[in-house]
Nanobody
Framework: QVQRQDSGPGLLKPSQTLSLTCTVSSGSLLTAPYWWIRQPPGKGLEWVGAMRTTGSPLYNPSVKSRASISRDTSKNQITLQLNSVTPEDTAVYYC???????WGQGTQVTVSS
């Protein structure tokens, strides 16, 4: 399950890189997938990507060229990097997953010049 979602950068300028880290329960990266999901203001949830138990990431085609999801099993962490952000990337970002599909508390990311 998700244990902690880092607060992240908060405010980014266009073209910068977003980096978010999520800490999950020990060993669970090997037994259940974890997802990065975002919710833009006034819109519904959108999946950004996922880390499979095999260590192979999966990306939403809308961000695939800019996104990178990695994991560190020794730290029980998954990380999302999103390059070349634009104002359209403004959203609350959630880490979610595990056997019970728990959610992190969410991180507000605003992209603005």
């Amino acid at each position: 399950q998700v244990q902690r979602q880092d607060s992240g950068p908060g405010l980014l300028k266009p073209s910068q890189t977003l980096s978010l880290t999520c800490t999950v329960s020990s060993g669970s990266l090997l037994t259940a997938p974890y997802w990065w999901i975002r919710q833009p203001p006034g819109k519904g949830l959108e999946w950004v990507g996922a880390m499979r138990t095999t260590g192979s990431p999966l990306y939403n085609p809308s961000v695939k060229s800019r996104a990178s999801i990695s994991r560190d099993t020794s730290k029980n962490q998954i990380t999302l990097q999103l390059n070349s952000v634009t104002p359209e990337d403004t959203a609350v970002y959630y880490c979610a997953g595990g056997s019970g599909f728990s959610w992190g508390q969410g991180t507000q990311v605003t992209v603005s010049s």
